[in-house]
């Protein structure tokens, strides 16, 4: 049977609203929908602890906390940034008539639903209704993708797009996710071209300007980005991915004025302030980046949304500012932020790491050497990511600032040089990162310069009509190096020759082999754990809307609902 969008007598609420009348208020109005349960919350710090542990079917929050200036838009962003609030959980936000246009603005891609206040039973009733309905109009999708068929999820939201069916629009913004999730990019573009022909939402202009930076057009992206936000200069999103575009066009102080423009905009996201802080710990201002991230993890060290690597970086500083007790107090808060990690081998190498800035400090300098030798010989292995490469010359460059000798360690920034020197912003980085030891850098920028100089020669043998002889060039240095972006541009090549050259299923095979252990290594983020890409929905799979499913979705006959709030029949189209 049918689930009916109107039945909670099995959901449970959380209300978050400082003001106790309002609180009380909401509460009463839930609880004579026919909730069963109804969780109160005076502020977004409690409520953000809940709703990482706890799965609530609606959420009702306040968008204004003026005691602590913490608002319900910065709580919400968070959380599906992180993928912390499910495609199950229905989340209004209650607010005055003068902050309308702006939680409208920021509602786009994040809530359910908004409710002015005053508001009245019907209401909040109304938009319950609407919220639950879109969830369950759209349940078809959300188990396809949820199952991982994510062609099948996309041609039912291209589907539902052209047929102008209910929720269109909302279809039409996963359909554009999945077809960038799959690489599809003309398809995505086409897609988010005829939603702004349709009706020009800011969601599908950023969409437009994500896949352009998706398929390689940083610059193109970022043009894009400037002419929407000097339209819409609030859209928090669209500077993260501003600063995203930077960063890959290797313009650091551009990258970190709009990750900063982000942050201000937010002020009391977790995320954001946690990439604004760690790029600039690895580009800016030491000082200012210490004080940025040790607000962040005061801010952040009961979430699941702080990242190790900002108290890994965090640690780094405090040991060149000569703060004992705060090292020390770093490597506390890291056991804390530690024991939530999902990632155990990526956990080992961080508290080796700070267990080894901590060695220095106390001038304990063979263990710290004994850590260093530990991590460079994981140099080849495919775990071994940027984010590690850049620990490791943290690591390298403090002991040999304190003239303590590591064995072979020229032959170890060399491998990682070669390794990781992949692009023009992570070179970059990378020098960077080996500027407290200069030596370093330099080696890091002679290993830059001839991974550039291997890629010309290969792609000049391809052009003079030997595709053949670039591709085992390629392949030849790829393995020496496990350099991501040599075995990538050996793969273009045999994409494009490869049919007509003798051996080019076996070299086909021998590349993808080498791309699916070694050239994704270089592309997480190097602001710690992988995150949503600003402006999309990231959407939940591998169980998670199964695990977090609406109440009713079992084929079993619902109960009669205490108050049904919303005459039968009435089914809207699409949210406002």
């Not at 938009?127 to 396809?144: G, M, N, P, V, W």
């Not at 551009?254 to 990750?259: D, G, H, T, V």
């Not at 690591?395 to 000798?405: D, G, I, K, P, Y």
């Not at 030891?437 to 291997?454: M, S, V, Y």
Request: overall charge neutral.
């Amino acid at each position: 049977m049918e689930p009916r969008p109107d039945d909670l007598s099995t959901s449970q609420a959380l209300v978050i609203d400082s003001h106790a009348t309002s609180r009380s208020i909401l509460v009463a109005q839930l609880r004579e929908f026919g909730l069963g349960k109804v969780v109160q919350c005076v502020n977004t710090t409690a409520a953000r602890k809940l709703l990482e542990q706890e799965r609530f079917d609606v959420v009702l929050c306040e968008h204004a906390f003026e005691s602590r200036g913490f608002s319900g838009q910065d709580l919400v962003d968070d959380l599906r940034r992180n993928q912390l609030l499910p495609f199950s959980t229905v989340f209004i936000m209650v607010t005055a008539e003068a902050t309308y246009a702006k939680v409208a603005d920021a509602a786009e891609s994040a809530l359910d639903g908004y409710l002015l206040k005053p508001h009245s039973a019907n209401s909040l009733g109304e938009r319950l209704y609407q919220a639950r309905t879109r969830k369950l109009s759209l349940r078809e999708i959300f188990e396809a993708i949820d199952n991982g068929n994510f062609d099948q999820a996309a041609r039912l939201c291209l589907q539902r797009f052209a047929a102008k069916g209910p929720f269109w629009l909302y279809a039409a913004r996963m359909g554009a996710d999945l077809l960038l999730r799959t690489g599809q990019f003309e398809g995505a573009l086409t897609l988010l071209n005829a939603v702004i022909a349709a009706k020009p939402m800011l969601w599908a202009r950023l969409g437009i300007a994500r896949t352009l930076l998706e398929s390689g057009q940083a610059s193109k992206a970022a043009s894009a980005l400037e002419k929407l936000l000097a339209e819409n200069p609030d859209y928090a999103d669209a500077f993260d991915m501003l600063g995203r575009a930077q960063f890959e066009l290797g313009k650091h102080p551009q990258a970190l004025e709009a990750y900063q423009s982000a942050a201000q905009l937010s002020p009391h996201s977790i995320t954001r302030a946690q990439n604004f802080g760690m790029l600039m710990a690895y580009v800016g201002d030491r000082k200012q980046a210490e004080q940025l991230l040790e607000r962040t993890v005061r801010m952040g060290m009961d979430s699941k949304m702080l990242d190790c690597q900002a108290l890994v970086l965090l640690a780094v500083l405090r040991l060149e500012s000569g703060d004992k007790k705060a090292l020390l107090r770093c490597q506390e808060d890291f056991k804390r932020v530690a024991a939530r990690s999902a990632d155990p081998l990526r956990t080992e190498r961080q508290a080796a790491t700070i267990a080894a800035l901590v060695q220095v400090q106390e001038q304990q300098y063979p263990a710290a050497v004994d850590t260093a030798k530990m991590l460079a010989g994981q140099l080849t292995t495919p775990e071994f990511d940027f984010e590690a490469a850049t620990n490791l010359l943290a690591l390298a460059c403090v002991l040999a600032q304190r003239r303590v000798s590591i064995d072979k360690i020229e032959a170890s920034i060399d491998a990682l040089g070669m390794r990781f020197c992949t692009t023009r912003a992570l070179s970059e980085l990378l020098i960077t990162a080996a500027a407290a030891h200069p030596a370093h850098a330099e080696r890091i920028r002679a290993c830059n310069a001839q991974i550039t100089k291997i890629t010309e020669s290969a792609i000049s043998l391809s052009l003079h009509g030997d595709p053949r002889g670039a591709v085992d060039n390629l392949l030849a240095h790829g393995h020496t190096t496990l350099n991501a972006r040599l075995i990538d541009t050996a793969f273009l090549v045999l994409q494009r020759y490869g049919d007509t050259m003798e051996g080019g299923a076996s070299r086909m095979a021998h590349v993808q082999d080498l791309r699916s252990r070694f050239a994704p290594a270089h592309g997480r983020s190097v602001l710690g754990e992988p995150q949503r890409p600003a402006g999309a929905l990231m959407l939940r799979t591998g169980g998670g809307a199964k695990a977090r499913a609406l109440p009713g979705w079992q084929p079993a006959e619902p109960p009669i609902p205490r108050h049904a709030f919303l005459p039968p029949g009435l089914l809207p189209s699409d949210p406002p």
